[in-house]
């Protein structure tokens, strides 16, 4: 499950280790395990949830535990002086006493301890599962738009020739200005493409370098590598609906709730048996000729108030009720939004695939013969101007194919509970 020990264990470093490494100057994210690896040890998010869950787990180990015991002196028969003061105490009582909860409190309370605490660890395994998810979408969004720049570069080298083409034209007496004029405007929007490309580069920067909290100026590499994809066998509905179904966090977490909510009606069932306190004392006599004695205590609670145990047991009731019906939405959301990202996993890789093996090489193809017929006079500046636009078109479309699958298989790895 996205190697959550691993990721936990990382969590437990000593807080100087994360700090001095969060400064470091050297560029990250050669790889998304690079990025995942800060993020395990570096996220102040998953540090925050790992302490939750620590302190949900340390309060199970004291959930059954006895209340403490109590000591109690007491001064008795005390005579009055000739001026009415209290003068003489004629008997001390040492009592010690201890409350001890009605049949089987001590294991429900515990129960639900142990039900908080399974619920808290599957809050942090969802902390941990979108926080991967978010390292993984950031860094196919770098991706994206690195290649984005390296195809809008392309696009004004071919600009640029046709501007070339255009001017010789023009001077020939064989085109007018205003084609080497519109070849010059559309050269002109490309760069405003790419000088946008740049900025949006080092927002994605910052957003991948606040995930492993790191200065958002801090270097990340300039050439990141895209994810493989797993083969058509390993995306097949049923199989990842079974795993998804098994590991996935929330619907662990929503498991969890229900079972500290069952605890609660049970423990608020059990209010109607009394509590009792036992106790033991030494009696110390202060008389002439008395002897010191013992006595013993035996207290319990009348349960009478049976409004208010009423009113707690339907509290509780509506509380499980309730957990039960968030679990059987958690599983049919799990369900559609899990199909769903598979459909458009596979939407995504049809279109990339029939972009890059029909589209892209006749948009290339026509994009080179308006060129060279544009050279020898054959075609009008328009002609070429439209074939960079249809291969612009179809560059687009298969970087936000590649990224839309990027996307989407993070999602599917974060229902899951683990990678594919």
């Given at each position: ?190 760069a405003v493409e790419l000088s946008r490309l740049e900025k949006e580069r080092h927002r994605i ?216």
């Amino acid at each position: 499950m996205f190697k959550l020990l691993l990721l936990i264990c990382a969590l437990l470093l000593p807080a100087p280790s994360r700090a001095a490494e969060s400064h470091a100057s050297h560029p990250v994210g050669a790889s998304v395990e690079e990025l995942l690896a800060l993020a395990s040890r570096m996220n102040p998010e998953l540090a925050a949830a790992a302490l939750d869950n620590a302190a949900a787990q340390a309060r199970v180990e004291g959930a059954d535990t006895l209340p403490d015991p109590k000591f109690q002196v007491t001064f008795d028969e005390i005579s009055k002086n000739d001026a009415g003061w209290p003068s003489r105490t004629g008997t001390y009582k040492y009592t010690l006493s201890q409350e001890i909860p009605g049949w089987g409190k001590r294991q429900t309370r515990r129960e639900i301890a142990e039900a908080g605490s399974r619920e808290a660890a599957g809050v942090l395994e969802e902390r941990v599962a979108e926080v991967v998810m978010r390292v993984k979408t950031t860094y196919a969004d770098y991706h994206r738009v690195h290649l984005s720049m390296d195809q809008t570069r392309e696009l004004i080298q071919v600009m640029r020739a046709l501007v070339e083409f255009a001017r010789v034209r023009y001077a020939q007496g064989m085109g007018g200005q205003a084609e080497a004029t519109s070849a010059e405007a559309e050269r002109g929007a490309l760069a405003v493409e790419l000088s946008r490309l740049e900025k949006e580069r080092h927002r994605i920067r910052a957003r991948m370098n606040t995930l492993v909290n790191r200065p958002p100026d801090a270097p990340v590499v300039e050439h990141p590598r895209l994810r493989p994809l797993p083969g058509d066998g390993v995306l097949n509905s049923e199989k990842l609906l079974e795993r998804a179904l098994v590991n996935n966090p929330g619907l662990k977490s929503s498991q969890a709730r229900l079972e500290g909510a069952d605890g609660e009606k049970r423990l608020a069932d059990k209010t109607w048996l009394p509590d009792l306190e036992l106790g033991f004392g030494v009696v110390n006599r202060r008389e002439e000729g008395a002897r010191d004695g013992f006595e013993a205590m035996v207290n319990f609670n009348l349960p009478v108030r049976g409004e208010w145990r009423s009113a707690q047991i339907r509290e509780a009731q509506f509380k499980k009720q309730a957990a039960r019906e968030r679990l059987v939405s958690t599983r049919l959301q799990l369900e559609s939004t899990l199909r769903e990202s598979l459909l458009s996993l596979e939407e995504a890789r049809l279109v990339e695939k029939s972009t890059v093996e029909i589209l892209l090489p006749q948009a290339r193809i026509a994009l080179q013969s308006a060129l060279k017929g544009y050279e020898s006079g054959i075609n009008e500046a328009a002609t070429v101007l439209d074939a960079v636009q249809r291969l612009k078109k179809f560059q687009i479309e298969r970087v936000k194919a590649q990224f839309d699958q990027q996307v989407r298989l993070a999602e599917l790895e974060r229902l899951i509970g683990g990678d594919l």
